[in-house]
């Protein structure tokens, strides 16, 4: 007996919940720090070579572009580093519930968005 599958599933038509979204921006946060550290570590060590590569670092510091590229690996910190300790709970078998999972995804992604709003008033 042939069993009744979809051939072809469309995505757009499943509706996620708030956890689903908390653990794919996980992923995508994980993936954007290891980008990252490069990008970090090459400022590093160019503004550790010499006085005129600190000053270069400290121009391009200076500039919106390189200030967006900041706030997108400190928002991408900050939510990994919130999500990491929400799962950790998760973990202990705290919040394991459908409700209760739920209420933590949509508090860790608030929380994420204000303190990723205070660091960008911070650098500007």
Request: aromatic letters at 12%; charged letters at 10%; one cysteine or more.
């Amino acid at each position: 007996m042939k069993k009744q599958r979809p051939v072809n599933l469309d995505l757009t038509t499943i509706k996620m919940h708030s956890a689903a979204h908390a653990s794919i921006l996980h992923r995508i946060s994980g993936v954007i720090m290891v980008f990252a550290i490069g990008i970090l570590l090459w400022t590093l060590s160019t503004s550790l070579s010499s006085a005129e590569g600190f000053a270069q670092i400290k121009s391009l510091l200076d500039g919106f572009f390189f200030k967006f590229i900041i706030l997108g690996i400190c928002a991408a910190l900050i939510y990994h580093l919130l999500a990491g300790v929400r799962h950790l709970f998760m973990d202990l078998g705290h919040f394991e519930e459908l409700a209760s999972g739920n209420a933590t995804a949509k508090f860790v992604i608030a929380l994420w968005l204000v303190l990723t709003a205070v660091v960008g008033v911070w650098l500007w």
